[in-house]
């Protein structure tokens, strides 16, 4: 079997955290803002960030911040030639919205319960609890019912796009997790390379096992 290599489809500047996530599970990768070279890539790793241009979903800017139009389109790009060519992708934060607006669902601009979940000098922290139909998610295989995770977003998903679910909520009911219910992608809405001892690597070890 040909080792890992996974491309993280982002701007240098604001990856390092999942870098050197990476670096402390030695497995290879590449940080590159091009779909093609990323395509060459066994895994897509698309980390967290501002927030998706709104159009992209249709509607007009209501909440939106920190947006980086060019950043969404070359991350929906990559996402595209990975789920064509059926490998493995994981969404963090940011990257779980990228993988809901592809599939055509929505973004909530703004949600009701941000203080619980948004990013304030630091992460705030709550837990999230499995809410998929059967035990044989990846949530469900790591987690079992819940977990403790940071959070440092005001957005959520909303509509959910095509062959999407969702796997795990936040009490509030905010969606923190989802899996594409034909091909290997899976994401989360917290931060795992920035709790790598409280779970986070557990799910890195796992991604790399797709």
Not at 98 to 120: L, R
């Amino acid at each position: 079997m040909t080792a890992p290599l996974i491309a993280i489809v982002g701007r240098a500047e604001d990856v390092h955290n999942y870098e050197n996530a990476l670096r402390k599970l030695q497995i290879p990768f590449s940080t590159t803002q091009n779909p093609e070279e990323a395509a060459l890539a066994s895994h897509l790793i698309l980390p967290g960030g501002g927030d998706i241009t709104p159009a992209f979903f249709g509607q007009q800017n209501t909440g939106s911040r920190n947006i980086d139009t060019e950043l969404d389109i070359l991350q929906i790009q990559a996402l595209s030639l990975f789920m064509e060519q059926k490998k493995p992708v994981l969404g963090i934060c940011k990257g779980l919205q990228i993988i809901n607006v592809h599939q055509g669902g929505t973004i909530t601009q703004d949600i009701d319960t941000a203080d619980t979940h948004k990013w304030a000098g630091r992460d705030k922290y709550h837990h999230v609890y499995h809410s998929g139909l059967s035990r044989t998610d990846f949530f469900y295989q790591l987690y079992g019912s819940g977990t403790r995770v940071n959070s440092a977003h005001h957005q959520a998903s909303d509509k959910l796009g095509q062959n999407l679910a969702v796997v795990c909520r936040a009490g509030d009911n905010i969606i923190e997790g989802i899996m594409h219910t034909k091909l290997p992608v899976i994401a989360v809405q917290w931060h795992p390379e920035r709790m790598m001892d409280e779970g986070g690597e557990e799910l890195f070890q796992y991604f790399i096992t797709l």
